[in-house]
């Protein structure tokens, strides 16, 4: 089992950017395949982006690719979401999930442990 704790939301303007952690608990988090969803006011929640246990396969959302970079560091159990460039409809509540399976899934069903969130706001 794992514990997910997300942080470095905040407010920024458009253009601007943002790094959000994710600091798992557990012995075992290099097992993970990892990712972060959002999930805006009135919407589902959305995958964002994923990555493997190794950090060496990595997917992207259409609507964030060029511009958020997913990361990992085993050694500290963390994963990291670099946003630049943000838009005004990049405001959500962002949550780090973690899966035992080792496909990239872009399903929520797809992810098995959760993080409360971190908001996320860009102003125009």
């Known amino acids: 089992q794992v514990q997910l704790v997300e942080s470095g939301g905040g407010l920024v303007q458009a253009g601007g950017s943002l790094r959000l952690s994710c600091a798992a608990s557990?012995?075992?988090?290099?097992?993970?395949?990892m990712a972060w969803f959002r999930q805006a006011p009135g919407k589902q929640r959305e995958v964002v982006a994923a990555i493997n246990w190794s950090g060496g396969s990595t997917n992207y959302a259409d609507s964030v690719k060029g511009r958020f970079t997913i990361s990992r560091d085993n050694a500290k159990n963390a994963v990291y979401l670099q946003m630049n460039s943000l838009k005004p409809e990049d405001t959500a509540d962002y949550y780090c999930a973690a899966s035992t399976g080792v496909e990239l899934s872009t399903t929520r069903e797809g992810y098995h442990y959760w993080g409360q969130g971190t908001q996320v706001t860009v102003s125009s």
């Open positions: 557990g012995r075992t988090f290099r097992r993970y395949t």
